[in-house]
């Protein structure tokens, strides 16, 4: 397309030269760009001499001279006798002279005495912007991201009717269960709620009450003491870091999606420190992730309370406190998606109300998972599920519900049946529930060897099953290809960016991605492991373009066996006096296959009313 | 017997994520850094940068084709 009259450059003579015995795409391409913006373009044919390109130059009176020099060898001594021969013929005070190519860098053509020198990788418009004297077009305009809303396209329609109507029997049931059930951590949440609005003083004797609902370890660390291995973060640090990351945001990021408007990319962070996993979430931001997810510290989860100041520890997750939430939102801007996990433990109830204060866009509840897979006993998580999911509603928080008990061993048949019942249950409050089918290569799968033949038929099973059980956002992960990654760091970044195509083929909504560090557990991730699954997802994206990955028959075989699962589970949990005694029955799974009743806040529920 | 670099087979490529404001900040950080780790002789293999940093990739060669390989040496190509 030619450029309008009022953004036309004026017209330039310009010789394109390839030093090479072919030609090199990358003038041609640059050449297509320079007519169509009115320029008078020369493309020399290749395998030419320095003394023959210095003729030509002679020959017309050009403005500029483009070289191009893609072969290694030599290439110094070529360009070198170039520069001595433009020179020497005069040229150089009325021709501007670029070097480029996969043989060329940006100091070579410095220290050589061109003009300009592009190295590989460099975008023709590069090229443009020398010949017209330009600004060269960087990126650091931030772009204005649309953060997608990953439910805005879903009815959430039961389509099986046989499963939907249990799942919502399921769901009455559990809703009926919980009224008047109350905890410690519902009644923290009730408090943070409290404290959000209210004033100094009564924000201070708030925080006596919210203490008396805290565990020892809790109490000391909001007191001031830092937790094991860890450290308050300064003011003056705090302010450097910012500074930091608003300069490093001022970048538009690269598109990983390419083609695809879906899936949304998610990289998980949780190094320990907010300042770490605000570099990690800006750089991973920049290199086309679309979205964060928060990972809280096992031992977290199992502490009535949360501690509070800006902290950090060099222990697995980083803590949830509410400072350490709104330094993360402010260093990382408002451009990602971001999801804080309330789904296993003794804060999930509180851990929806910081985050909804903080600024997150989504959030992930599971009582089930957070169950038999998560350590928090079955009655105590249940309560705080309900009153989790109350919260998300009212303030407007979708949520993914995992089935990550499937990596202990549960079947997926029953962790989707669970899934499915908790989904009932969010919408009978008004939630907004996403489903999160594992993408990995389960315990279940390595037995029963559904995933010996590949990687794609059991995976996309799943996703058909669902499709034909509701109509609902998918939300695949966590992370995606779970159990198929090695401390290998191409293996990993491969088999991340496989299970991404697969992920797009099928048309789900959004991946959480694993770092290239996925599988190394005796140090944190680092942030070059972030950029290279990031990098190997955008290429298989642009590999595959709108082409899909088509699983075998095998996986309508395989996604029948699940419906006729799910459907079996949900029938025996209503054969059960509750939801609740379901769980400890093994229901979503047995002891046996990896299902295993939590213990952590036993005994804590109370209820104001016999139920 | 020689020191484990002997037996590198060509070249040690350091890769990491450097912080920097700018392309080129990078591009130094990245050479003085081979500079800093003993290895004068080197490339910078790729280096992107996207705000906040770059991920990058730097190569010093040891032994090039048709070089004396230390791993030739005697008392190294035995496996001692």
Redo the contacts between chains.
């Keep these: 397309m030619a450029a309008s009259p009022a953004t036309a450059p004026r017209t330039r003579r310009v010789l394109l030269a390839p030093l090479d015995p072919v030609h090199d795409v990358g003038l041609k391409l640059i050449k297509k760009q320079l007519e169509a913006r009115g320029h008078q373009v020369t493309l020399l044919p290749p395998d030419l001499t320095p003394e023959e390109v210095t003729r030509a130059a002679l020959a017309g009176r050009y403005d500029c001279l483009l070289v191009s020099r893609t072969v290694g060898y030599e290439s110094a001594e070529i360009l070198a006798r170039l520069a001595d021969l433009l020179d020497g013929a005069g040229l150089r005070p009325r021709m501007r002279v670029a070097v480029g190519g996969m043989a060329v860098r940006p100091e070579l053509a410095a220290e050589m005495g061109f003009d300009a020198g592009f190295g590989p990788g460099t975008p023709p418009e590069a090229a443009v912007a020398f010949v017209e004297e330009a600004p060269p077009r960087h990126d650091e305009e931030a772009l204005s991201l649309q953060k997608p809303d990953l439910c805005a396209l879903y009815s959430y329609h039961w389509k099986d009717t046989v499963i939907g109507d249990a799942a919502r029997e399921l769901a009455r049931g559990i809703v009926a269960w919980a009224e008047g059930a109350r905890t410690p951590g519902s009644e923290r949440a009730a408090v943070a709620q409290a404290m959000l609005v209210a004033d100094e003083g009564e924000r201070l004797r708030l925080e006596e009450e919210y203490l008396h609902l805290c565990g020892d370890e809790v109490v000391a660390m909001r007191r001031g003491q830092p937790p094991p291995h860890g450290r308050l973060i300064g003011e003056e640090e705090k302010r450097r870091a910012l500074g930091l990351f608003a300069r490093g945001r001022g970048w538009q990021p690269l598109t990983v999606t390419g083609y695809q408007r879906l899936p949304v990319v998610f990289v998980q962070y949780g190094t320990g420190c907010p300042v770490m996993d605000a570099l990690h979430a800006v750089v991973a931001a920049r290199w086309g992730a679309q979205g964060t997810v928060h990972f809280d510290p096992a031992w977290s989860a199992r502490q009535e309370g949360l501690p509070r100041g800006l902290v950090a520890w060099s222990a697995d997750g980083t803590f949830y406190t509410p400072e350490n939430l709104q330094f993360f939102r402010e260093a990382t801007g408002n451009d990602l998606l971001w999801q804080v996990r309330a789904h296993r433990g003794l804060n999930t109830p509180e851990t929806v109300v910081w985050a909804a204060a903080a600024g997150a866009d989504l959030t992930k509840i599971n009582p089930v998972y957070g169950s038999l897979g998560g350590g928090t006993d079955p009655e105590r998580l249940l309560v705080d599920a309900v009153a989790a999911m109350r919260l998300a509603a009212r303030y407007g928080l979708p949520f993914d519900v995992v089935t990550n008990e499937e990596l202990g061993g549960v079947p997926a048949h029953k962790a989707i049946a669970g899934m499915l019942a908790v989904v009932a249950t969010a919408l009978e409050l008004g939630a907004r529930p996403i489903l999160q089918p594992l993408f990995c290569y389960s315990p279940e799968a390595m037995l029963e060897g559904y995933m010996e033949q590949d990687y794609v038929d059991w995976n996309a099973a799943k996703v058909i099953a669902l499709r034909r059980i509701i109509d609902a956002p998918i939300w695949p992960g966590a992370p995606i290809g779970f159990l198929t990654h090695t401390e290998e760091r191409v293996q990993s970044a491969v088999t991340t960016s496989l299970h991404a195509g697969l992920a797009a083929s099928l048309g789900v909504d959004a991946i959480t991605i694993a770092s290239t560090d996925e599988a190394y557990s005796r140090g944190p991730i680092t942030a070059a492991a972030r950029v290279d699954s990031l990098r190997a997802v955008g290429e298989v994206f642009r590999f595959l373009g709108e082409a899909r990955v088509s699983p075998t028959t095998r996986a309508e075989k395989l996604a029948e066996q699940l419906l006729e699962g799910v459907a079996g589970t949900l029938r025996d949990a209503l054969r059960q006096p509750s939801f609740c005694q379901a769980l400890y029955a093994g229901v979503f799974g047995t002891r046996e296959e990896g299902g295993n009743p939590g213990r952590a806040g036993r005994g804590t529920v109370t209820r104001s009313a016999p139920q | 017997m020689g020191g484990a670099l002997d037996r590198v087979a060509d070249a040690l490529d350091v890769?990491?994520?450097l912080?920097g404001?700018s392309e080129e900040e990078c591009?130094r950080l990245a050479r003085r850094l081979m500079e800093e780790l003993g290895l004068p002789d080197h490339d910078?293999i790729s280096l992107?940068f996207?705000?906040?940093?770059a991920?990058v990739r730097v190569r010093a060669y040891l032994y090039r084709p048709g070089g004396e390989y230390g791993w030739l040496k005697e008392g190294n190509a035995s496996g001692g």
Excluded: W
């Design positions: 890769e990491t994520f912080v404001d591009l910078v992107q996207r705000g906040l940093g991920r």
